[in-house]
């Protein structure tokens, strides 16, 4: 942001005349401070990790290491484009919008198709199916009249290298008629330029606790956008089969099934006709759960025009400009509070920055109005939340998915209150913890409840009340280099939003040699989801972790499957897996009392011969949840993970 990079700037000037003045012995009042802002060696620091050792299981819960560790740090490991090429492959350059808002008065290809090695120029009009996309069909695959924000792709150059493509794009003319654009938060709330949904939980009377408070205090809170930078860009390729309109795709996706879904409507044939394939990704932290989608949707297309496969790898900047971000958000709140610091009521307005279409934003929204309490008790609340629409990105799904902008504004609340009433806002935390029993604002009884218990635990074990007097006394006597201490608590919903989405598949074999292949519907990330996986398959067939085997994730192998998200993805698919194997360890069974101490290979292949199924599907769904938004009833979250951190 301007502001910071300007504070920066003046602090390392402000720096370099303090230093100076000192070292030529110049008289000053700036000269003294030089001691202060001197660098400081500092010692390395330490970790240690402590966890309760798991004794009644053989393989699950133990430090089992990443099954890829060796292979991502050697180089060994593939990644989407690592992949060889395939004979007359070709690459994608993306042709970008220019502007923020837009009409397309025309688009001319010619210089770019005079270029050696371009083969073809893609538009709308090239679409041979659905153009429109995501859950609510309110963005283009590639734009018809209307671009919508800077960096917007809205034509496809096909070349045979991906240099040429990328200078071909640079060469396209795009003629356009400007239109007025909204490009913050703030313009978007004084113009009222909202999507139509909004999201509300009322309970109790907040009127009533703020008249009753010791002191009501208003203020406004912002976060600003966040980028994923996971480290391997966006990718795809895009393989024709040549018949009956079958395409293979090839992504570095969360999302396989909405990828084969969205290239089978953009090419205009059934689902069944596309397989989507994800081995492993280089990073995602939800950057790819959605907006991976469009960029294999960019590679089917080339690839069903030209019957070539089709290759697209984003560069960095591009990258940056065509997908979304962490969703800025920006809240006005009042809060009533006793001259304790007890919260006796809180009435708050939270806007996020959705960007043009609606991607994920309405379920970030849900989860940021959800996790407003973070860990405290709040007896009337009055929260409202709307989108923006601007003309900027569609921002999207990040880690938390919207609860962690829901818990800043309210610690950064907490802060305000603190501030104002003379009091430690580690005081006004405690005070007004959650306990057992208590319910949220949506209306959920917490009964697995333990913040109150680690809060006291973890601040007598890091000896924090030393820690804060040692800082504050630091602080005192140092006019700019300053220490920071905090302590904070956090719960977080586990469960999708959507309801339908809180399931997980699986589909397991058995090979005759002993081997065990698994697939289920969850995607790697460098998160370790296969390898848990794998563990839960091991203890369940009772087989030891190098029996089993995970390749990667495919939509005909593991169909109709959820997104790689919402921090549900083990216990999602971990229950699928669990469910198939322990329906092929009851066919084994008798085999294996019958067969005692004989090797698992010799077991397998006995049960094959007396033909034994050896294949099994499992699926799992969460029980109880659901929610409704409008009437504050339901199960929004099937539980809560729960953590304390102290940060120094």
């Known amino acids: 942001m301007a502001e910071y990079r300007t504070a920066l700037t003046t602090s390392f000037l402000f720096k370099f005349w303090a230093v100076s003045c000192c070292a030529l012995r110049i008289a000053c009042a700036e000269s003294a401070l030089a001691h202060e802002l001197n660098e400081e060696e500092r010692v390395v620091s330490k970790a240690r990790q402590e966890y309760a050792p798991v004794e009644d299981r053989a393989i699950v819960g133990k430090g089992v290491a990443h099954l890829a560790a060796l292979k991502q740090v050697t180089g060994e490991a593939r990644y989407v484009d690592d992949m060889p090429p395939i004979a007359g492959e070709l690459h994608v350059g993306l042709v970008l919008s220019t502007r923020a808002h837009a009409h397309i008065l025309g688009i001319n290809a010619d210089k770019a198709l005079a270029l050696p090695g371009v083969v073809r120029v893609l538009t709308a009009r090239d679409v041979p199916g659905e153009n429109h996309w995501n859950i609510f069909k309110d963005e283009e695959i590639l734009p018809a009249d209307t671009v919508h924000y800077y960096g917007q792709p809205l034509a496809l150059v096909l070349a045979t290298t991906q240099k040429t493509a990328q200078e071909a794009a640079r060469l396209v003319a795009v003629a356009y008629e400007e239109l007025p654009a909204v490009l913050s938060i703030r313009d978007a709330v004084a113009q009222s330029s909202f999507y139509d949904e909004t999201r509300q939980l009322i309970n109790g009377d907040v009127d009533k606790a703020l008249?009753?408070?010791?002191?009501?205090?208003?203020?406004?809170?912002?976060?600003?956008?966040?980028?994923?930078?996971?480290?391997?860009?966006?990718?795809?390729?895009?393989?024709?089969?040549?018949?009956?309109?079958?395409?293979?795709v090839f992504a570095s996706t969360q999302n396989p099934t909405e990828a084969q879904m969205v290239v089978a409507e953009v090419l205009g044939v059934p689902a069944s006709r596309v397989v989507c394939r994800v081995k492993r990704m280089g990073g995602g932290f939800g950057g790819k759960e959605s907006r991976s989608v469009l960029i294999a949707a960019f590679a089917a297309l080339g690839a069903h025009h030209t019957g070539r496969s089709v290759r697209i790898a984003l560069d960095r900047d591009e990258d940056m400009q065509v997908s979304g971000q962490r969703h800025p958000f920006y809240g006005r709140w009042t809060v009533g509070v006793t001259k304790e610091g007890r919260i006796l009521g809180l009435r708050a307005r939270i806007y996020s920055n959705g960007g043009f279409s609606h991607d994920l934003s309405i379920g970030v929204l849900e989860r940021a109005v959800s996790h407003l309490d973070n860990c405290y008790r709040m007896p009337a609340t009055d929260f409202v939340g709307r989108v923006c629409r601007t003309n900027t990105q569609s921002n999207t799904a990040f880690r938390s998915f919207g609860g962690c902008q829901g818990m800043f504004l309210s610690e950064n609340m907490l802060c305000e209150v603190a501030d104002r009433l003379n009091l430690s806002v580690d005081h006004v935390r405690e005070i007004n913890l959650y306990r057992t029993g208590d319910v949220t604002p949506f209306s959920q009884k917490l009964d697995d409840w333990n913040v109150p218990q680690m809060w006291a635990q973890l601040k007598s074990k890091a000896c924090y009340d030393e820690r804060r007097q040692a800082v504050d006394e630091f602080n005192r006597q140092s006019t700019h280099r300053k220490r920071g201490l905090a302590m904070l608590p956090t719960k977080f919903g586990i469960s999708f939003g959507v309801k339908h989405l809180n399931q997980g598949m699986a589909l397991v074999h058995v090979y005759m040699d002993g081997s065990v292949l698994v697939a289920h519907g969850g995607t790697e990330m460098g998160q370790g989801l296969h390898t848990k996986m794998a563990m839960v398959a091991a203890e369940t067939l009772e087989l030891p972790l190098e029996s089993i085997f995970i390749s990667e994730t495919a939509t005909n192998t593991a169909a109709n499957t959820s997104p790689t998200a919402a921090s549900a993805s083990s216990d999602l698919n971990g229950f699928a897996v669990y469910n198939a194997c322990k329906e092929l360890a009851d066919r084994l069974r008798p085999y294996r009392e019958r067969m005692a101490g004989e090797p698992f290979a010799k077991i397998a292949k006995v049960a094959y011969l007396d033909r034994c199924n050896l294949t099994a599907a499992g699926h799992y769904c969460t029980p109880d949840i659901g929610f409704n938004w409008m009437k504050n009833e339901g199960l929004l979250y099937f539980y809560f993970t729960q953590g304390v951190a102290i940060a120094e």
Request: aromatic residues 8%; hydrophobic residues 40%.
């Open 211 to 248: 008249a009753a408070a010791d002191l009501v205090l208003e203020g406004e809170s912002y976060c600003g956008a966040q980028e994923h930078f996971y480290l391997e860009t966006m990718g795809a390729i895009a393989v024709p089969k040549g018949e009956d309109g079958e395409m293979e």
